[in-house]
Every structure is written in C-alpha cells, then in structure tokens.
C-alpha cells in the first residue's frame, strides 16, 4: 500500500469479509461510522496510528512491513535523483 487511500480501501474489504457494517465496527471500536466511512474513502488528511492498529485488532490482523522493492538498489536511487534534479524537480 502506498497511500493512505489504498489502506483504507483494504481495512473495508476486510470489514466486508468479516461481514460488518461501519456501523457495527465503529461500536466495536469506539470509532464513529461517518470516521470509518472517510478513512475507507481516502477522504481523511490522515489517520491515527491507535485506531488503525484497533481497528485492524478487530478484524483479526496486525501491520507488518515489507521492503518495497527488492531489486531498488543504490545505483536506481542515484539515477531517480539524477533525474529528478535534470527535471528541476528536486
């Protein structure tokens, strides 16, 4: 996941697989349904750290980090710096 959007998108396909409403996992975490509702629309600026990891608690998983690419090495970070600064834009 690279956005915030993307990570609501996925809590709400695991609220629907577990077969809740937001208003049901609102009650169950003390979150209110219209909160829910813009976070798993991408329409929240950001999103505390303590309700994600509640609200994944209650829908049986944990957050877990993996590299993003395996294969970006040193060299593609000096190219993309490179780049960016050929583009004016670094």
Known sequence: MDSLQSL???VAELRRDRGL????LGELSGLAQSS???FETGSVAE????????LLEIL??????KPKSASFTL?????????LEAAGDL
């Open 36 to 38: 829910i509702a813009r």
């Open 21 to 24: 409403t937001q208003k049901q």
């Open 75 to 83: 060299d593609d970070a000096l190219a993309e710096r490179q780049r």
């Open 8 to 10: 609501g998108q996925a």
């Open 47 to 54: 999103f505390g750290a303590r309700k994600l990891l509640r």
């Open 60 to 65: 049986g998983h944990e957050l877990a980090f």
